[in-house]
């Protein structure tokens, strides 16, 4: 199972690949069972996990830094 693929959510990279994956499925709508789409697939899923992996890199930084200022305000 994927995330929710709303275009406002990924970057346009990953919105590519999704229309790209949604255009397979429906162009091939009965190949889609035996793996036609599988490749696109795969490259979805990789771009998404990249973007996961940015933003909790970022969110690590921004709550290290709010730590960071809550022990200077307590010194």
Partial sequence: ???????????????????LL???HK???ILKFFGHCNDI?????KCL???????RARNQAKRRSIINARKN???
């Fill in 27 to 29: 162009e091939h709508n």
């Fill in 49 to 55: 996990k990249k973007e996961y992996e940015e933003n």
């Fill in 22 to 24: 949604k255009k397979c």
């Fill in 73 to 75: 305000l307590e010194k």
């Fill in 1 to 19: 199972m994927h995330p929710d693929l709303s275009p406002h959510l990924h970057t346009e990279e990953c919105n590519l690949i999704i229309s």
């Fill in 41 to 45: 697939d795969r490259e979805m899923r």
